[in-house]
């Protein structure tokens, strides 16, 4: 009981001045801070290791947002300085794992719990969803930032011809190599706050290390998924005019590839709800 009054206060004062401290340094615009406070405070009342994965997620893609803005800012069309995410955004990228948390919270209330099969197949399903939604997550945001500063020429998942910068669906080894190094630090997250917080069997324990490597393989897999929906499902065209690389066809835009079907927000929430099915199935079978 202690636990359910304390919990829920701790989670709303830190929701608070991150989103707070977001807003002001630009990295979320008020919609956005609004909807980050109702998600963060979700994550980390129902249990410290979803808000730990989702704090890490948002630091991390926020700071690298920031780096080479200048760079960022001649390739991409849709630049906004600091990245300015809006409610949308915020709902794109935590939205399916905030309802994850709730249907978790509603089954095991207060209690962290480990990933066990034999205990709960359900709540193992649950909690693998939500390691691979922040995997995905922040593979894909990774694999993007520092992506596009890479030196190598961009392909082109789909053909592997080279694209210019900003291409829907352009990879790097670089960007490849990102995203399973940031799977890596959400499965990282995960696990060393679950030995602070869980208490489980010496074997289960033990074999929750293996979130690490699966978490990585998760990373890698959402960034794939995200490139594959952006080269074939999201628009990419060089505009003219702008002489940058834009999202929606137009008069002065020669079509590079895609169809007009998905925006970016959209690729984000099918490439995430297809990396939380196929993480949350892995982690039935392992665990």
Known sequence: ????????????????????????????????????????????AVETRFGAMLLVFFFTSSKLTKVGEDKKRRVDADFKEGGQRNWIQVLSNAGIATILVVAIWKLTGWQDVCLDSNESFLVTALIGGVIGHYCCCNGDTWSSELGVLSDDQPRLITTFKPVLRGTNGGVTKAGFLAATAAGSVIGLTFVLFGFLTTKCTYDAALKQLLVIPLSAVAGLCGSVIDSLLGATLQFSGFCTVRNKVVGKPGPTVKKISGLTILDNNAVNVVSIMLTTLLTSIACVYIF
């Open 1 to 44: 009981m202690e636990k359910a009054l304390i919990q829920p206060l701790i989670a709303v004062v830190i929701a608070c001045i991150i989103a707070v401290r977001a807003y002001r340094r630009k990295s979320l615009d008020f919609s956005g801070a609004i909807t980050g406070f109702v998600v963060m405070t979700t994550h980390l």
